[in-house]
């Protein structure tokens, strides 16, 4: 019988060796970065057309924006638009070693819980 190497693995580890780890953590940051995004909207009653135009984009720019798949938004639109939300973009690189040993860390506390 054939055994399958993925048996006891992540989603990361699995992502990784199908080479689809980076595509599959950009959708799910822009996942996020739109939810929040569609969430203030709702909160302020802002229309798309006004928050497009505060961002200084076109309406078709902003469905991009919001398309959790369309990952090929710059930061430059990204920060826009935090700002015309009266909001901060922030963006960091973090060393894998220390991702680990945080992620590591926080299954500790949620198993402790």
Known sequence: MKSNKHIGSTLEDFLRDEGRLGEAT??????????QIEE???RTGTTKSSLAERIGISRSALDHLLDPKHTGTTIKTLGRAAAAMGKDLNIEL??????????????????AS
Do not use: C, G, W
């Not at 959708?27 to 739109?34: D, E, P, Q, T």
């Open 94 to 111: 973090v060393d894998k070693s220390k991702k680990k040993k945080a992620d590591s860390s926080k299954a500790r506390v949620r198993s």
């Open 26 to 35: 950009a959708i799910a940051i822009k996942r996020v970065l739109a939810y």
């Open 40 to 42: 203030h909207m709702k």
